[in-house]
């Protein structure tokens, strides 16, 4: 899409890790092409299989898979570099080995990793990746938080939606860039929920799909409205209702929700969402394995 006399290259989302329920942990890495809808598997994945990593991309140069549990919960970033699609491994860690959290980025600046669980319990510290050098430093925390979903309105705010903190929480909390002070928004989720997912098409909306409320799973999706933070709800719905998928978004065009967990199973199914009319369709692409709580990340091109 157009930005001033620049011509943003959107690319590809990518979905990594997982848990198949019953066949292991994955550390493959799926790639869906924009253009064409079509789903490849990268040649190199995860460095192991795990569940509960957390993905952020620094649109236009890599993407980033952070943590994860499975044989232990680990404190490793691994790199996929555009537009080759190599695997390497930083040399920082994040400050604390952590899994079932997620994370937003502003591209061109750093990820952020707001909470999570640990190798032994709540993590309270934020973790932020500085993407020039690719160190690891802590940032404005937001307390304990625990499988909640994340998106980014890029070069404005980052935001953290549902989750956890020992009971399920319906708020929204947003980093306003680049002090990374933490506000609470008055609009809330629809109702409470641990486990959905969140993409943004940037400076338009960010959006949260999907979950577990006291109800059950939640097939519906709840629209941020930027800059307002005004909360509604999609008329579109998900599929199948279900918990734990993970999302990733063309800005401008689309936002996609691959894999989760619903009443038949575990899922390999891949929900679009077509921007500005929110209308959903699903691709006849589909993931390589059925799993769930695997993380995702886009390569949208340089903001």
Avoid: C, W
Avoid at 154 to 169: E, F, M, Q
Avoid at 242 to 254: E, H, K, L, Q, T
Avoid at 268 to 288: E, H, M, Q, V, Y
């Amino acid at each position: 899409m157009p930005l001033g006399d620049v011509t943003r290259q959107s690319v590809a989302g990518y979905y990594a890790g997982g848990d198949t329920s019953g066949s292991g942990y994955l550390d493959t890495i799926d790639k869906i092409t924009f253009a064409t809808q079509a789903k490849s598997t990268l040649a190199t994945g995860m460095t192991s299989g795990k569940y509960g990593p957390m993905g952020f991309a620094n649109s236009g140069t890599a993407g980033y898979v952070a943590g994860g549990a499975g044989g232990g919960t680990v404190a490793r970033i691994d790199k996929v570099t555009f537009p080759a699609d190599s695997k390497s491994t930083l040399t920082a860690t994040l400050t604390v080995a952590r899994h079932s959290g997620a994370a937003f980025s502003n591209a061109g600046v750093a990820g952020y990793i707001p909470s999570s669980y640990t190798n032994v319990g709540q993590a309270t510290t934020a973790d932020k990746v500085t993407f020039s050098t690719e160190t690891v430093a802590t940032t404005t925390s937001i307390g304990f938080l625990a499988y909640f979903a994340g998106f980014a309105n890029n070069g404005v705010a980052g935001y953290v939606a549902g989750g956890t903190t020992g009971s399920r929480t319906s708020s929204i909390s947003k980093y306003t860039f680049p002090a990374d002070t933490v506000t609470t928004l008055s609009d809330t989720l629809t109702t409470a929920r641990t486990n959905p997912t969140g993409f943004a098409n940037s400076s338009v909306a960010g959006y949260v799909a999907g979950g577990t409320d006291s109800v059950g799973f939640v097939s519906g999706i709840d629209k941020i409205a930027f800059p307002a933070d005004t909360k509604s709800t999609l008329s579109a719905t998900l599929t199948t209702a279900r918990d734990a998928p993970a999302g990733f978004a063309d800005s401008g065009v689309a936002g996609y929700i691959a894999g989760g967990f619903d009443s038949g199973g575990v899922l390999s199914g891949i929900d679009k969402i077509a921007f500005p009319a929110d209308t959903k369709t699903t691709l006849s692409a589909t993931l390589s394995s059925a799993n769930y709580t695997g993380t995702a990340f886009s390569n949208e091109g340089v903001f």
